[in-house]
């Protein structure tokens, strides 16, 4: 069935035709416990009733309009999103790549409009991620990404994660944003310490430069507020979203602060699709059910649970796992060679399993948010079968 597919992923030998909760289905009717929830997408796990109505709902009325004229669910959607962070601004895409290309382009078109043409650079850091497109990717600055799509466009530098004085020496006068993910997830789960965050805010303040936090796969909760720089007290002037916004439909937004909210006027920058009615609806139903069910908080409990277990997890097998890292309910498990991530997660998987794997030979956990405790002691008790197998 996947023979038309290119094969741009090392898809599982398993086809998912149905869900429920933080269930997925296979084509055998086989039924696996999802602690990867479509890579931190579906964060109200799946087929939830608010979802379906929302989009049932809103494709009965509209699908799409464009964004040549208003319509509610996008203008409700923007509303939405600046009262919460406080944002001035939303400009809504189709991905996480979209959302950051965006904001990239906005830090240029800032400083252009500033006066200042030459403030061109985008900073970013060491084992972050931003996307596949080739802007996004000249901000990424891990090898096994760009190897091959060379040349990428300039104007990009790198500065160590969590490193103040290298982020003080390379934040000079040129730089026109600083973009980093409050949690870095595909590095392999690594948490932007708050004393750099802070001196990211100071320095891009000194220096006349906008502060971007990508928060692709670490937002809309995942780390318990809805946004992680919340944790920290950090506000950025761009923020980045996608992945759960809408729960599963494609959807991207940045957010933008009063200090760059005039930058983009009309023809500067534009998506068909960007927040199209019913990814938009599915996103306002996504934070209307965040509220009732009162996530953050359980976030905050479930995140307990989860380390404990994995702790206990990581004292059982010592030879095999290092001890878990990460925020909420963005865990990243450390796997000590020789052993591999891959192949635990292939017999996790075998034992009705799913989980991620992300850099540096880690076990990615990025359940829905709705996860029970249960669910999670089950989760612990298959992945150590799992070990048992692999190791
Ligand atoms: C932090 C971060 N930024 C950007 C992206 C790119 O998002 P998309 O795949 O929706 O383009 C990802 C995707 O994994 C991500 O984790």
């Known amino acids: 069935m996947s023979d038309a597919l290119l094969s741009t992923y090392d898809r599982a030998p398993i086809t998912i035709v149905s869900g429920h909760g933080c269930t997925l289905v296979d084509s055998d009717g086989r039924e696996y416990l999802d602690c990867i929830a479509g890579i931190a997408v579906c964060a109200l796990g799946h087929a939830h009733p608010a979802i379906a109505e929302a989009i049932e709902d809103q494709a009965r009325r509209l699908v799409h309009a464009s964004n040549l004229y208003s319509h509610e669910p996008s203008g409700m959607l923007a509303k939405e999103l600046t009262r919460r962070s406080g944002m001035s601004r939303a400009f809504f895409c189709n991905s996480g790549s979209e959302a950051n290309e965006a904001a990239m382009k906005l830090a240029r078109k800032w400083a252009f409009r500033n006066g200042e043409p030459r403030r061109s650079t985008i900073l970013s850091c060491t084992g972050g991620f931003h996307g596949r497109t080739l802007g996004a990717l000249a901000a990424t600055e891990n090898p096994k990404y760009r190897e091959g799509f060379a040349p990428l466009p300039a104007g990009f530098t790198f500065t160590a994660f969590?490193?103040?004085?290298?982020?003080?020496?390379?934040l000079d006068g040129r730089v026109a944003a600083f973009i980093v993910e409050p949690v870095q997830g595909e590095s392999g789960i690594?948490?932007?310490?708050?004393?750099?965050?802070?001196?990211?805010?100071?320095?891009?303040?000194e220096r006349g430069a906008l502060l971007i936090f990508?928060?692709?796969?670490?937002?809309m909760g995942r780390t318990g507020p809805l946004f992680a720089y919340e944790n920290?007290?950090?506000?950025?002037?761009v923020v980045t979203m996608a992945k759960a916004l809408a729960n599963g439909l494609p959807i991207g937004a940045m957010l933008v602060n009063e200090r760059a909210a005039e930058t983009f006027q009309p023809g500067d920058h534009g998506s068909t699709f960007g927040g199209s009615a019913?990814?938009?609806?599915a996103a306002l139903a996504h934070l209307r059910v965040r509220d009732e069910l009162q996530l953050e908080g359980r976030v905050r409990e479930r995140s307990v649970t989860l380390f404990s277990l994995l702790r206990e997890l990581a004292a059982r097998h010592e030879r095999v796992l290092g001890q878990p890292r990460g925020l909420g309910l963005?865990?990243?498990?450390?796997?000590?060679?020789?052993?591999?991530?891959k192949a635990i997660q292939r017999a996790a998987r075998e034992s009705g399993l799913l989980i991620g794997t992300a850099g540096g030979n880690t076990l990615r956990f990025a359940p829905p948010l709705i996860i029970e405790d249960?669910?999670?002691?089950r989760a612990c008790s298959l992945l150590d079968a799992a070990l048992a197998t692999a190791a």
């Open 278 to 281: 019913v990814p938009a609806a």
């Open 214 to 219: 990508d928060e692709i796969q670490c937002g």
């Open 190 to 205: 690594h948490v932007a310490e708050a004393e750099f965050l802070r001196a990211a805010r100071r320095l891009c303040d």
């Open 162 to 170: 969590n490193d103040v004085a290298e982020l003080d020496a390379k």
């Open 232 to 237: 920290a007290g950090v506000r950025p002037d």
């Open 330 to 341: 963005l865990i990243g498990l450390p796997v000590r060679e020789p052993f591999q991530a």
């Open 374 to 377: 249960e669910e999670l002691r």
